[in-house]
């Protein structure tokens, strides 16, 4: 049976060309309110092919890329074989082999979902330096977008999974018990990604819940195909986010 770590082995050419970044400015608000400086250790747990390393890395920061799956973490590698601040670490968020208050921020993006929550708790706080920060970040797309609920419906339509693997479901009163005793801070922010019509079918195959292929693939894709050509222009449809970005500050 396939397990969490292994689900996107087979997606990882679609995730790095299909997913989206982070906003350029979201660096610079944890800057502000976490007040940090690239002197400060990342480790970036559930990392994937690097894009929520990638502002930290190229600011300077020292980047612990933990990630459990081999071919994303391979393809991250290779992306960032050129930085000698980014460290790739064979590791999951309840081990994730980092020394003992070790690292200033643990930053996870789109993974927390995928979390043993309890015994992840435990290692972050092993990790984590007193004073220390958590991050945890979802882009989510907006639901004020006709064609994000067209695509969203397709999705809903044909897979199962997706209803309860959709990251629209963010549980605030997980995160909430997952940061106490400590408040949660709260930032979001816009962002967005413009595709044509394989760019936008490539992003639903760079779904773990997408099959890869057989008659329900094969419909997906023509119902995306669809979609596209109602909300296209000049051949490209936009997609919106709302990124949103959980903290909270180790106090202890």
């Given at each position: 049976?396939?397990?969490?770590?292994?689900?996107?082995?087979?997606?990882?050419?679609?995730?790095?060309?299909?997913?989206?970044?982070?906003?350029?400015?979201?660096?610079?608000?944890?800057?502000e309110e976490?007040?940090?400086?690239?002197?400060?250790?990342?480790?970036d747990i559930?990392?994937?092919?690097?894009?929520?390393?990638?502002?930290?890395?190229?600011?300077?920061?020292?980047?612990?890329?933990?990630?459990?799956?081999?071919?994303?973490?391979?393809?991250?590698?290779?992306?960032?074989?050129?930085?000698?601040?980014?460290?790739?670490?064979?590791?999951?968020?309840?081990?994730?082999?980092?020394?003992?208050?070790?690292?200033?921020?643990?930053?996870?993006?789109?993974?927390?979902?995928?979390?043993?929550?309890?015994?992840?708790?435990?290692?972050?706080?092993?990790?984590?330096?007193?004073?220390?920060?958590?991050?945890?970040?979802?882009?989510?797309?907006?639901?004020?977008?006709?064609?994000?609920?067209?695509?969203?419906?397709?999705?809903?339509?044909?897979?199962?999974?997706?209803?309860?693997?959709?990251?629209?479901?963010?549980?605030?009163?997980?995160?909430?018990?997952?940061?106490?005793?400590?408040?949660?801070?709260?930032?979001?922010?816009?962002?967005?990604?413009?595709?044509?019509?394989?760019?936008?079918?490539?992003?639903?195959?760079?779904?773990?819940?997408?099959?890869?292929?057989?008659?329900?693939?094969?419909?997906?894709?023509?119902?995306?195909?669809e979609v596209?050509?109602?909300?296209?222009?000049?051949?490209?449809?936009?997609?919106?986010?709302?990124?949103?970005?959980?903290?909270?500050?180790?106090?202890?």
């Open positions: 049976m396939e397990n969490n770590y292994d689900r996107f082995s087979q997606k990882v050419q679609d995730y790095v060309k299909f997913r989206p970044d982070y906003p350029s400015e979201m660096l610079k608000r944890l800057e976490l007040r940090l400086d690239n002197r400060k250790i990342i480790a559930g990392s994937g092919t690097g894009l929520s390393s990638k502002p930290f890395v190229e600011h300077q920061y020292t980047v612990y890329a933990v990630e459990p799956n081999d071919e994303m973490r391979k393809a991250a590698e290779a992306i960032y074989r050129d930085y000698e601040n980014f460290i790739s670490v064979n590791g999951a968020s309840e081990n994730t082999t980092l020394e003992d208050s070790g690292v200033d921020v643990i930053f996870s993006a789109q993974a927390f979902h995928w979390f043993d929550l309890s015994k992840t708790k435990t290692e972050f706080k092993r990790i984590l330096k007193p004073g220390g920060h958590i991050v945890l970040v979802w882009n989510e797309r907006d639901s004020s977008s006709p064609l994000l609920n067209d695509y969203e419906k397709v999705l809903y339509d044909h897979i199962r999974e997706y209803s309860y693997v959709n990251h629209k479901n963010i549980d605030e009163e997980k995160i909430r018990e997952f940061f106490s005793p400590e408040k949660m801070g709260y930032i979001e922010l816009d962002h967005r990604q413009w595709f044509d019509l394989e760019g936008l079918k490539g992003r639903a195959r760079s779904s773990s819940y997408t099959p890869k292929s057989g008659v329900i693939y094969e419909t997906i894709m023509q119902e995306l195909e596209f050509n109602r909300y296209q222009t000049s051949g490209m449809v936009e997609f919106r986010y709302k990124t949103k970005i959980y903290s909270c500050s180790i106090t202890e």
